[in-house]
């Protein structure tokens, strides 16, 4: 009776660390939220008080972006199937998923850096420029972070038991920072893009 008093209790303890993990991380996307907020407000008054937006040859391209909108996006809910592989306890499929989820980050930052090189301006040519970069940027920057947590998980997998469908905090966030990734570039995508083909 002592045993399984003892036992229950190290779970609860165990469950509570899991949970405070897990609260830690979402009151830091809160806080990237607030910052990446300040950055699209910015952009929307410099775009609201300018006659032309974006300035003359400083045009943005739809092409490559919309692919990788598609790319990212679509990653969410590739991600989820590993989050959904592990609650079975199926480890090797939850890899399979991840392995795949970090492919299309890296092909998305891979097409970011191409749109980079191709656009013909810099981030100094003007506001819209500046904004643009540091946006992006910015982003691209937590897309890496992510690419690496997920990297992570799955360097932790390997070890035999590390992850199970009872015990699997780390990749559950793994899966919210990369949500909160995309959430962010459909914003990004839609002001910087979308919105400049009606001003």
Same mark, same amino acid.
């Given at each position: 009776?002592?045993?399984?008093?003892?036992?229950?209790?190290?779970?609860?303890?165990?469950?509570?660390?899991?949970?405070?993990?897990?609260?830690?991380?979402?009151?830091?996307?809160?806080?990237?939220?607030?910052?990446?907020?300040?950055?699209?407000?910015?952009?929307?008054?410099?775009?609201?008080?300018?006659?032309?937006?974006?300035?003359?040859?400083?045009? #943005?391209?739809?092409?490559?972006? +919309?692919?990788? +909108?598609?790319?990212?996006?679509?990653?969410?809910? #590739?991600?989820?199937?590993?989050?959904?592989?592990?609650?079975?306890?199926?480890? %090797?499929?939850?890899?399979?998923? *991840?392995?795949?989820?970090?492919?299309?980050?890296? #092909?998305? =930052?891979?097409?970011?850096?191409?749109?980079?090189? +191709? =656009?013909?301006?810099?981030? +100094?040519?003007?506001?819209?420029?500046?904004?643009?970069?540091?946006?992006?940027?910015?982003?691209?920057?937590h897309v890496f972070i992510g690419?690496?947590?997920?990297?992570?998980?799955?360097?932790?997998?390997?070890?035999?038991?590390?992850?199970?469908?009872?015990?699997?905090?780390?990749?559950?966030?793994?899966?919210? *920072?990369?949500?909160? #990734?995309?959430?962010?570039?459909?914003?990004?995508?839609?002001? =910087?893009?979308?919105?400049?083909?009606? %001003?």
């Open positions: 009776m002592a045993i399984a008093t003892s036992s229950a209790e190290n779970h609860a303890e165990h469950s509570e660390h899991q949970d405070l993990r897990v609260l830690g991380l979402l009151t830091f996307l809160a806080s990237e939220s607030l910052m990446f907020g300040g950055f699209f407000a910015t952009y929307l008054f410099f775009r609201g008080i300018t006659e032309v937006w974006p300035p003359e040859n400083t045009e #943005v391209e739809l092409l490559l972006p +919309t692919i990788n +909108t598609i790319i990212l996006v679509s990653s969410s809910f #590739v991600i989820h199937f590993g989050d959904a592989a592990i609650k079975r306890n199926d480890v %090797k499929g939850m890899q399979r998923w *991840y392995t795949i989820t970090a492919i299309m980050g890296a #092909v998305f =930052l891979l097409g970011q850096v191409v749109e980079y090189l +191709t =656009l013909g301006y810099g981030m +100094t040519t003007n506001v819209f420029s500046n904004c643009f970069y540091l946006m992006t940027g910015f982003h691209g920057l690419l690496l947590l997920i990297l992570g998980v799955l360097w932790r997998s390997r070890r035999p038991g590390h992850y199970s469908a009872t015990k699997h905090v780390g990749i559950e966030m793994a899966e919210i *920072y990369w949500h909160f #990734v995309d959430i962010i570039w459909i914003i990004l995508f839609s002001l =910087l893009y979308i919105l400049s083909l009606f %001003k």
